[in-house]
Nanobody, 117 residues
Framework: QVQLVESGGGLVQAGGSLRLSCAASGSTFRAISVGWYRQAPGQQRELVAAISSNGATRYADSVKGRFTISRDNAKNTVYLGMNSLNPADTAVYYC???????????WGQGTQVTVSS
């Protein structure tokens, strides 16, 4: 069982930056892939970025070059650095654990990111 808690969301102006954190419980964290997903109002939840247990990463085309996913296994935490934010990035961002190419079984409660123009 893995429990995930996101933090770091907020309101930022276009062009600004935020860093989201996903803190996980469970001793198996370092062995599992973790992803960040987001869901805007009226839209489907979509993958933003994912990181595997060995550090491989993948990104949605819309965030490549602007967002960076990383993990600190000693802290059981995965981060999502977000730069050059624009209003299209406004969404609830969710941490997900368990799989690299598709959503795993574990979700956090989500954190709101709002980018003003």
């Amino acid at each position: 069982q893995v429990q995930l808690v996101e933090s770091g969301g907020g309101l930022v102006q276009a062009g600004g930056s935020l860093r989201l954190s996903c803190a996980a419980s469970g001793s198996t964290f370092r062995a599992i892939s973790v992803g960040w997903y987001r869901q805007a109002p009226g839209q489907q939840r979509e993958l933003v970025a994912a990181i595997s247990s060995n550090g491989a990463t993948r990104y949605a085309d819309s965030v490549k070059g602007r967002f960076t996913i990383s993990r600190d296994n000693a802290k059981n935490t995965v981060y999502l650095g977000m730069n050059s934010l624009n209003p299209a990035d406004t969404a609830v961002y969710y941490c997900n654990a368990g799989a690299f190419y598709y959503p795993g079984n574990y979700w956090g409660q989500g954190t709101q990111v709002t980018v003003s123009s």
